[in-house]
């Protein structure tokens, strides 16, 4: 299953955009193994839209444009679930097991994701109740995706 990360706002280059390439790339060699292929992080520009609604609307667009047909969607977003990596893993592993080709995992922009989108998504995700820097959650993601390899293919870098 090709999974990859879509992300409203770009990374600039420095440390937090390194930390997330070294997780990816840790991902990105250890995923084919168990059937999860990275493709990559696509980046769209922030909506320049006067209102709240209509810039999550615009973004949402831009995301619905780029997924394959077919794709999983998996939102980031403060009022999804907030569930253990393993349980992550699990989903994940199921919908590869399931027959499904592609994964897309959406970080949406500062006022996040459009009603429409946590409608259609397989899983809206929570990393706490906190508000999250886009940059931060990014990296965090990435490291969750390198987990996720490692759960499913039994490696001992995640310990309960």
């Known amino acids: 299953m090709k999974i990859a990360v879509h992300a409203v706002g770009r990374m600039k280059a420095g440390p937090d955009k390194e930390l ?22 696509v980046e769209t520009p922030e909506s320049r839209a006067q209102g ?23 939102l ?10 393993e349980d992550l893993a699990a989903r994940i592993g ?7 080709k592609n994964l897309v995992v959406a970080i949406g922009g500062p006022d996040g994701h459009d009603a429409s989108l946590r409608e259609s998504a397989a899983l809206t995700l929570s ?24 759960i499913l293919s039994g490696h001992p870098y995640h310990r309960a």
């Open 20 to 41: 997330a390439e070294r997780y990816f790339d840790r991902f990105a060699k250890s995923g084919p193994a168990i059937g999860l292929e990275f493709a990559g992080v």
């Open 52 to 74: 709240v609604n209509e810039r999550k609307r615009e973004e949402a667009q831009k995301l619905q444009a780029q997924l394959a047909s077919g794709a999983a969607l998996i």
């Open 76 to 85: 980031l977003d403060e009022r999804g679930k907030n569930i253990s990596s």
């Open 94 to 100: 199921s919908l590869r097991d399931g027959g499904q």
């Open 127 to 150: 990393f706490g109740a906190l508000t999250w820097p886009h940059q931060l959650v990014r990296i965090m993601l990435a490291e969750q995706l390198y987990r996720i390899a490692t």
